[in-house]
């Protein structure tokens, strides 16, 4: 498959790394369906045995930061390196690299959890399953993933950022269905699907689910 949405993602990405980050400063507080969603992750993982927990697609860190604050083991990737210099400015202590989900930098069965908050949004459909794949890779069995997405139906794409400077990024909304039947067809069991502010023109969801166990 062409790579050309990976080179936008992590150009636009690097391009706007600092208006980004400000956007998303502060953004759980004011969230707690996202707070709690978090939470529940963390209980899960701990759950199936506790290990190391990949925040995939991390941005500038908050969340990482949030679930290590949870006392997860969390460690940040990210496809942008401004954004991975950002994170580890704002969060000294944990650990980000620069790497893309689609071909994770990780040893198979390596992983107690997987996060992906809001950043399988820029996978186009035809890769997703490929990223779950990998997800299903990394991950002990018993192992948890979080998936957090918009919902909807159409792709939408920016082309200015934050700090008002061009960029060229696309942003997938998908159901809950969708993401969910994904993550079966990987082998993931699902475990639940919390649909948020329904009556948002954006809704967003979250679907939790868990590497089987060998019977």
């Known amino acids: 498959m062409p790579d050309n949405w990976l080179n936008e ?3 636009s990405y690097d391009t706007d790394a600092a208006g980004y980050a400000e956007k998303v400063r502060g953004l759980l507080d004011g969230r707690p369906y996202l707070r709690a969603g978090l939470a529940v992750f963390a209980e899960a993982v701990r759950e199936g045995g506790g290990g190391p927990v990949a925040d995939v697609g991390c941005g500038p860190g908050y969340v ?21 210099a950002i994170a580890r400015q704002d969060h000294p202590g944990l650990g980000f690299e620069v790497g893309s989900m689609t071909d994770l930098p990780l040893a198979d069965r390596s992983l107690g959890g997987v996060l992906a908050f809001w ?3 820029h996978i186009p459909d035809a890769a997703v399953p490929g990223v779950f794949e990998e997800f299903q890779r990394v991950l002990r069995p018993g192992g948890s993933v979080l998936v957090g997405f918009h919902v909807g139906d159409e792709t939408q794409r920016s082309t ?35 649909l948020m502010r329904p009556d948002d023109d954006v809704p967003g969801a979250i679907v939790f689910a868990r590497k089987p166990r060998p019977d």
């Open 119 to 121: 950043s399988v949004i």
């Open 9 to 11: 993602t992590r150009e």
């Open 64 to 84: 990482t930061r949030h679930l290590h604050d949870l006392g997860v083991d969390a460690f940040g990737i990210d496809l942008s390196p401004e954004m991975i």
């Open 160 to 194: 200015t950022g934050y700090t008002g400077r061009a960029i060229s990024v696309d942003s997938h909304r998908r159901t809950p269905e969708q993401i969910s039947q994904w993550l079966r067809e990987a082998g993931f069991s699902i475990e639940a699907e919390l």
